[in-house]
């Protein structure tokens, strides 16, 4: 039987990759372990997509080209958005619906864009493929799809985490990775460390507005010599601060997955996050979870944290749970729904 010929969205990865490139890559890399399937990369080396005109020139110009060119059996844009003219077959991944939440602060015309065309389209898609369960039933119901058309494919942990040697910083720090936007709730993860003593806060992750308001609380609080926002940052630094980290905190509000914590389990670092479905889900009691927004409660959790450290018998269920999202079952899964369009 022939190979599938798939093209694949995975200009995520080009420049500052955030959750969506390592999902992308990720996700190539293991298909192309697969003997089921040749991956064609959507991809353009020379475009950064990090503005909003350069992500709408993307999904409505360049990838489109680049998909009819590659002329591919199945087309899987794996950043949540597609083109005006939906290809077919195609199979979207929609991580989560963030941008269809009446919280979120953005200009109309970009929250229009990402929530309510974007919807639209995304109804048009021939299969979607979900991170989570909890993300599937919420995708289901708030585009009202048919639930056969919505699988859970999954997310994967890169081994290296898996690898990686503890060095503990002779200066304890907590690790939080992620973009610095509202939804992610960094500022919980401050007024929190302001009740821990002697424990700093690193935050890794691309900067917007937002962290203005989070060097602010650092300053009102007194503590802004405890808090570092470094912005992004490569893969080998990130590697050595989940090396070095004392605790990884994960205050997010709102995720369709939410990697970070399981990479962290993965690297046999204790996590503190927002008791919100997909933690409870994905984490399960392998980490400590807290109310959102309560920073007394991540305090305790965090001090609790610490003082468990990384011998524990949680940070050893952490490892084994982390090892049950591979690329590689990722891959498989995903390989699975292709093959309906053969």
Not at 172 to 201: C, N, Q, Y
Not at 212 to 239: F, M, N, P, S, W
Not at 287 to 297: H, Q, R, Y
Request: charged share 25%; proline share 5%.
């Amino acid at each position: 039987m022939s190979r599938l010929r798939v093209g694949i969205e995975t200009q995520f990865g080009v420049g500052a990759a955030t959750g969506l490139g390592v999902f992308a890559t990720g996700l190539v890399d293991a298909l192309r372990r697969r003997d089921e399937v040749e991956a064609v990369e959507l991809r353009d080396p020379s475009f950064d997509l990090w503005r909003f005109t350069r992500r709408v020139y993307w999904d409505q110009v360049r990838a489109p080209a680049l998909a009819k060119a590659a002329a591919c059996d199945v087309l899987h844009f794996t950043g949540g958005t597609l083109p005006l003219r939906v290809p077919h077959p195609v199979v979207l991944s929609v991580h989560d619906l963030h941008w269809r939440r009446r919280r979120v602060r953005a200009r109309p015309y970009i929250r229009w864009y990402f929530g309510s065309l974007q919807g639209r389209l995304a109804r048009r898609a021939d299969r979607i493929a979900a991170d989570t369960h909890c993300a599937r039933a919420e995708i289901i119901e708030s585009l009202n799809l048919d639930p056969l058309r919505v699988v859970v494919t999954g997310v994967g942990v890169d081994a290296a985490f898996f690898r990686l040697e503890r060095r503990p910083s002779d200066r304890p720090f907590v690790l939080s990775v992620g973009t610095v936007e509202e939804r992610k709730d960094l500022s919980t993860a401050v007024r929190a460390i302001a009740r821990v003593p002697d424990v700093s806060l690193v935050s890794v992750g691309p900067l917007t507005h937002y962290a203005d308001d989070v060097r602010r609380l650092a300053v009102e609080l007194g503590i802004q010599h405890r808090v570092k926002l470094c912005g992004y940052v490569g893969e080998e630094t990130l590697h050595d601060l989940y090396a070095s980290a004392s605790a990884l905190v994960f205050p997010s509000r709102y995720e369709g997955f939410g990697l970070p914590p399981l990479q962290a389990l993965a690297a046999g670092l204790p996590v503190v996050a927002a008791r919100i479905p997909v933690s409870e889900e994905v984490l399960g009691e392998c980490a400590f979870l807290a109310p959102s927004g309560d920073a007394a409660e991540f305090a305790r959790s965090i001090d609790s944290a610490l003082r468990e450290g990384p011998a524990s018998q949680r940070a050893a269920a952490g490892r084994v749970r982390a090892a049950r999202y591979s690329w590689d079952r990722v891959a498989e899964e995903t390989t699975a729904l292709y093959k309906v369009f053969r």
